[in-house]
């Protein structure tokens, strides 16, 4: 059975960092791709960041990008998100997901397994 397990979430404040991260179980995880996805408050969920399976290309939305780095190592099956000079429209629930392949996609509808999600807050 897939499980991805999020943690790193926590409070910090405008300008500050947070290392996401997210462990996968019950797959090959070496043979996907995997992405970030984020739900602010009131919001829809938004694909953040995509890596392909060995991490020879990534995908960052225009308004992380200078600012997160998604990385992975395959041998712990666990993926990264390093987040910095966070912002509060960065606010939100961060998910990582399974993609359907060894490349990414840029459609939310290509990741079909999700996890439960860690909280990230950016507050004075």
């Known amino acids: 059975q897939e499980k991805l397990v999020e943690s790193g979430g926590g409070l910090v404040q405008p300008g500050g960092s947070l290392k996401l991260s997210c462990v996968a179980s019950?797959?090959?995880?070496?043979?996907?791709?995997m992405g970030w996805f984020r739900r602010p408050p009131g919001k829809a969920s938004e694909l953040v960041a995509a890596?392909?399976?060995?991490?020879?290309?990534?995908y960052y939305t225009d308004a992380v990008k200078g600012r997160f780095t998604i990385t992975r190592d395959n041998d712990l099956n666990t993926l990264y998100l390093e987040m910095n000079d966070l912002r509060p429209e960065d606010k939100a629930q961060y998910y990582c997901?399974?993609?359907?392949?060894?490349?990414?996609?840029?459609?939310?509808?290509?990741?079909?397994?999700w996890g439960k999600g860690t909280q990230v807050t950016v507050t004075t």
């Open positions: 997901a399974t993609g359907q392949g060894t490349h990414f996609s840029i459609a939310p509808y290509s990741y079909p397994n």
């Open positions: 890596i392909n399976s060995n991490a020879d290309n990534s």
């Open positions: 019950g797959f090959n995880f070496d043979i996907y791709a």
